[in-house]
């Protein structure tokens, strides 16, 4: 389903998912967490909970006297050249086809990001015409949404549901808001989901924004954790078509890779013109990547045994789940990511349930997701549980779950099977 929207700037806290569950479970108190200290439990933020390598602190310590400087506004040249080595070798990607001075911009993170390739990309309509658009998926990561409105786009949302993959197919959006589409996301392996965009579809969409001429923001933050095949990125199908990447953004991040969401450290490559454009916009009204950091982030992206570790964790949750959950509730291991997206039937009473009854906070899918017309989002029926503690923490926190929906779960059938309301 596609649906069309415009969302007031002023009033972003109505669909920012965190606010809307603090509003939900704030005036309630947690219940009896399953944890020897009593202490919530809070699997409801992708903020991975292991600690990234010690080398991280030496780095930063050993380029403390440029906390002084003003960082360069695309990276250093190491850092530069440490994200186009990585994607070279991670990729298979031809030498020179991603020249670090023209192809790259070093950002503190995917989300902001991709907030500033939002307010650079989004033309202002002139006098007369309508506003562009910003494809995205629904549900979504909600920094969407919120960089549409406030470059004061149309947001159209295109459905990611169990049907179509957990992935939007734009190819089935109409020529007309085709035609002014200016910008358009592509998250994978997607969030909440965790699935994963085969070449196809992507050589697909890249046709398609080539066609009519916007830029496909592909999100790769959770590239690294997977639980199968590498995930395909946006900038192998570009090798394949000729290492030509007009109209291809991609994004990438230290936060999930290497559990450093407090670093701020990513990077953006593709399309050299948006790139130096980003740039301009971030040296207006952003902040770079400070040097110690950047310096922390070169040896990072220099170093596979951390997120070789971090994978093995991220896998043995999911087989936990697996075997805890799956007799309670279907568990659909996703492809990529570390959370898990559960179809509970309805997912704000469990929420609610679940942090009445346990202290245990998950995030309800109609929180990332937008409405329709008819007031159903494709999110409903589910929560999102970010499997980011320590396999002893997770097994706890899940069985507590599994009594939690064995209980509630057959509750639910006033509003049909599994408390149907979508």
Known sequence: MITRHFVDRQKLQEFHPFTRLR????????????????????????????QPPAFVAEEITKAAADWSRYPLSKGTPDYLEACTSWMEKR????????????????????????????????????????????????????????????AGAEVVTVNATRESGYLPDYTQVPEEILQRTALCVLCSPSNPEGAVADPQKVRDLIALARKYDFVVAFDECYAEIYTGSPPHSAIETASDLGGDLSNILIFHSLSKRSSAAGLRCGFIAGDDKWISMINTTCQVGGAGVPIPVQNAGTRLWQDEDHVIENRARYQENFRLAQEILGNSVPVEIPAGGFCLWLDVGNGVEVTSKLWQEAGIRVMPGAYMSHMDETGVTPGDRYIRLALVY?????????????????????????????????
């Open 23 to 50: 509003d939900l479970l704030g005036a309630t108190p947690p219940g009896k967490s399953p944890l020897k200290d009593g202490a919530p439990i809070n699997l409801s933020i992708g903020e991975p909970q292991s």
């Open 91 to 150: 990729y298979n990607l031809p030498k020179g086809m991603v020249d670090p001075s023209k192809h790259l911009l070093g950002v503190p993170g995917t989300r902001e990001g991709l907030f500033m390739t939002a307010l650079t990309v989004l033309p202002n309509p002139k006098q007369g015409e309508d506003a562009p658009v910003f494809l995205t998926p629904n549900p979504c990561y909600h920094v969407y949404t919120g960089a549409a409105a406030a």
């Open 390 to 422: 320590d396999a002893e923490y997770m097994a706890i926190a899940l069985k507590r779950i599994k009594e939690i929906l064995s209980q509630f779960i057959p509750t639910l059938g006033a509003h049909g099977e599994k408390g149907d309301t979508a």
